[in-house]
């Protein structure tokens, strides 16, 4: 797990644990006090944990290594890449996204095997993409944890074998220019000419806890409003996973 940062023209996008806000309502919803699963792991360096994945020039360590400044202009994005390949493990990000116009910028932490499985490879990401003026980043990807606390859990079961992940995968952190992609065909594209922003300066196998799994129960049951393994009219046979004990 490193520390990273990333870098739209002038601004910082710090990558080293990720996290949303929950609010209870009143103080007599208070949230369970949890462990901080980012406490429970060491820090990997840039030099030590990852190489270049794309950009050239646009990757720039930093502070012995310690981060490395991705930058998106209009010559390229760029990227980094884990040395290594993960059966499992955990992996961390908080990033520090730039305000105002941002369109078409597509900011990326995820992990994958398709350079080695190209027509069946596995991937788990989180992906941010950009905005219009006053319109919130967009957050593609699906919660597990909110504030360390737990609010959804897969276990492997036989019925998902087959999309279950269980091969290798690299980690990876991204910043590109996904224009056509993400926003409608090019109708809102990276605007290059912004003005400068001023950033701000175990165990094999790891499962929830018991004290985690209390804070599962009561993120559900105070906060959760909706289930696909509870729509019987959607499905009429429920998924594999929600079966899972």
Not at 151 to 177: F, G, Q
């Amino acid at each position: 797990m490193a520390l990273l940062q990333q870098k739209l023209l002038a601004s910082l996008l710090v990558i080293f644990g990720i996290s949303a806000a929950v609010s209870a309502g009143n103080g007599h919803d208070a949230a369970p006090n949890v462990t901080r699963l980012t406490d429970l792991f060491g820090h990997l360096t840039f030099n030590h944990g990852f190489t270049e994945f794309f950009g050239g020039s646009n990757i720039q360590p930093i502070n012995n290594g310690s981060y490395a400044n991705l930058i998106l202009n209009k010559s390229s994005g760029s990227g980094l890449v884990s040395q290594s390949k993960y059966y499992y493990g955990f992996f961390s990000a908080a990033i520090k996204l730039p305000s105002g116009y941002t369109s078409g910028v597509v900011v990326a932490f995820y992990m994958s095997n398709a350079d080695l499985f190209p027509h069946n490879h596995d991937e788990i990401d989180i992906e941010l993409l950009g905005h219009e003026k006053r319109k919130d980043w967009v957050l593609q990807t699906n919660m597990f944890l909110v504030d360390n606390i737990p609010v959804r859990e897969i276990l492997y079961n036989d019925a998902i074998s087959s999309v279950y992940p269980s091969k290798p995968m690299s980690v990876y952190a991204t910043i590109w220019d996904g224009s056509e992609w993400a926003t409608h065909g090019g109708k809102y594209p990276v605007d290059y000419n912004v003005s400068s922003r001023d950033p701000v300066d175990g165990e094999e196998f790891a499962k929830l806890s018991e004290q985690q799994r209390m804070g599962m129960e009561w993120a559900r049951k105070k906060l959760m409003f909706y289930s696909y393994c509870k729509d019987s009219s959607r499905f009429k046979v429920l998924p594999p996973e929600c079966k899972a004990k």
